[in-house]
């Protein structure tokens, strides 16, 4: 009776300590995967570069990693910022078109009747814009929050690369050595998924927008470059990410003129058949060997426990969780499971323990 109730009162103090410290044990879990993806890549420049000690590795890989994602950054911010002031010298007339009912935006306005309704709710509309002083203190404070969180995830993720070598080896070493040969084998097939996932889906993504941004280019759509960045961006999503880029790039389009928004409709269908059965199988099947059905019940399952944050580490901890029951699966047949590094000849095995966990 006392073994129950203590259990009971652990269990209880471990989830309130879970939900107490969500937010950092979010911030892990980011930069988590953050050291997966860059773990290979130091551990590679370490045995290839003679006298090249762990701690100068791990800071070059971070260092390179930090230019290639300023350099992307910057050649996405330099169109942003040209379309920008373009939208800002051009937001006057803007207004002024909308509230005479000329122009694409007044006359889309117009069949809607909300100008009407302003004008009808002009002390409701007063109200609501002096009420958002508020929402914009939280905006700041939401952003310093995230401004943290980047950086206690890039610290996070250079240290647990950097110390990751001797904690693994601490703690296999309690464990004899067919064991430790076991967990080396599965979590390095772990690592790999993660790794697949995340450089196939940002490669789509990347394919997504480009594509995107050539379409409303040719169809003349205004700030094509912010629309297929939002594009690119919600394409990592997965499952609900293509249709909301998607419906928000159409509208612009349909907002600018009907042609370039039946357009930009076709040029969506036609390209997420292609994402979805292409592109995606080609990519991915290689890393991330998941059938239809496991990725919307793991993703479905993810959504609900952890929101957008689940959606995108749904099919990697899928991909990982076949890879530990396939070699659960291998060793109740008596038989010990290879999981093969590339150019390995057993990956026969390994695909017939795979076919049989699904």
């Not at 910057?74 to 803007?94: H, K, Y």
Request: charged share 15%; proline share 4%; hydrophobic share 55%.
């Amino acid at each position: 009776m006392l073994t129950a109730i203590g259990l009971v009162l652990a269990t209880y103090v471990a989830l309130h300590m879970v939900v107490q410290t969500r937010r950092v044990l979010v911030w892990m879990v980011i930069a988590l995967f953050f050291a997966v993806a860059l773990y290979p890549a130091v551990d590679a420049l370490e045995r290839r570069v003679t006298r090249c000690r762990r701690a100068v590795a791990t800071l070059l890989v971070f260092l390179i990693t930090i230019v290639v994602v300023g350099a992307l950054i910057a050649v996405f911010v330099t169109p942003l910022a040209q379309e920008g002031s373009r939208l800002a010298d051009r937001l006057p007339t803007l207004i002024d078109d909308a509230r005479a009912g000329r122009g694409p935006i007044g006359d889309l306005l117009e069949r809607t009747h909300v100008l009407h309704y302003v004008q009808q709710h002009r002390g409701q509309v007063r109200s609501f814009a002096t009420g958002l002083g508020t929402p914009a203190l939280a905006f700041v404070r939401s952003a310093a929050t995230t401004v943290a969180g980047a950086v206690t995830i890039f610290v996070l993720a250079y240290l647990m690369v950097l110390e990751g070598p001797k904690v693994i080896d601490g703690t296999l070493a309690l464990t004899d050595e067919n064991r430790a040969a076991r967990i080396r084998r599965v979590g390095a097939a772990c690592a790999r998924t993660v790794n697949g996932y995340l450089t196939g889906n940002l490669l789509i993504s990347a394919i997504c927008g480009v594509l995107t941004y050539v379409t409303l280019l040719i169809a003349g759509v205004p700030f094509a470059g912010l629309l297929a960045l939002f594009v690119a961006v919600a394409d990592l999503i997965p499952l609900v990410g293509a249709t909301l880029g998607a419906v928000v790039a159409s509208l612009a389009a349909f907002i600018h003129s009907v042609p370039a928004g039946i357009a930009a409709v076709i040029f969506f269908i036609v390209y997420q058949q292609v994402e979805n059965h292409l592109l995606q199988p080609v990519i991915l099947s290689r890393t991330v060997k998941l059938n239809p059905l496991t990725v919307l019940v793991a993703i479905l399952l993810a959504v609900e426990i952890a929101g957008i944050l689940g959606a995108l580490l749904a099919i990697p901890i899928a991909g990982m969780i076949k890879v530990i029951l396939s070699d659960v699966w291998a060793h109740r047949d008596g038989r010990t499971l290879r999981l093969p590094m590339r150019g390995d000849e057993s990956s026969d095995v390994t695909d017939r323990a795979a076919r049989a966990a699904d």
